[in-house]
């Protein structure tokens, strides 16, 4: 039976794109928003959820960092998503006929150079699949969308143009989120776990709470503070590492960052994904 995939957008939206790419054989459920989506799987109307977490252009993606760790949500895998824009078009249009291009206006910021080259009039949209969906439905052959190549597909547009960002490293990291934890094989060696903390309010409590990653040869691939419950002397801490919470320098350098905190949960023990990305 086929198990039902949140995410956030229309389909065909990139969100969509990684959801296809993961599970091709299940249901993706379109969501509203990045709440909805977390909702969905909470509630059991989804069997898992499919969110952004950062991108390499435009860095994190807020809302997540906030919407996860309460959310009792487990992560149990990542997905980096190449994003690749298209210029699509109605049926028998052809590259000439285009006046005017819409889209999210970030993914219009990310084609300025092509957009420029071409003079075509930029027109913002609520996102690049609901610009597709409007395009299909229309039927002007002036006008195209920025999308990816799964919106054409889902919506029976025509790819006029391929690759048409002004930058070739766009990449999406994705986390899949369930309501009960996965851990990793044995045999699976490449392993991220994901984990929040807050320090105490001591004199270099950071730094104290950091060291054990470091005497313990435990690589941390990323660091992100933010600010909670609106006090500017409230601040979370989300950090990956590469490891499972059971290699013993794993254990170890938790074992001292505990130490110095008053918060630290793991939010998932997960395979750790490529960051080269599938294009969409």
Known sequence: MARKIAFQGEPGAFSHAAVHALFPSDEALPCGS??????????????????????SLYGRITDIYHLLPPSGLHIIGEHYLRVEMNLLGVPGATLTDIASVQSLSVALGQCRKFIAKHRLKTINGSDTAGSAREIAQNGDKTVAAIASRFAAEVYGLTILASNIEDASHNTTRFLVVSRQPDVPAAAIERVKTTFIFRVRNVPAALYKALGGFATNGVNMTKLESYMVDGSFQATQFYADIEGRPSDPNVQLAFDELNFFTDEFRVLGVYAAGSPEGDAP
């Open 34 to 55: 990045f709440e909805d989506t977390i909702v969905a799987v909470q509630s059991g109307a989804a069997d898992l959820g499919v969110v952004p977490v950062e991108n």
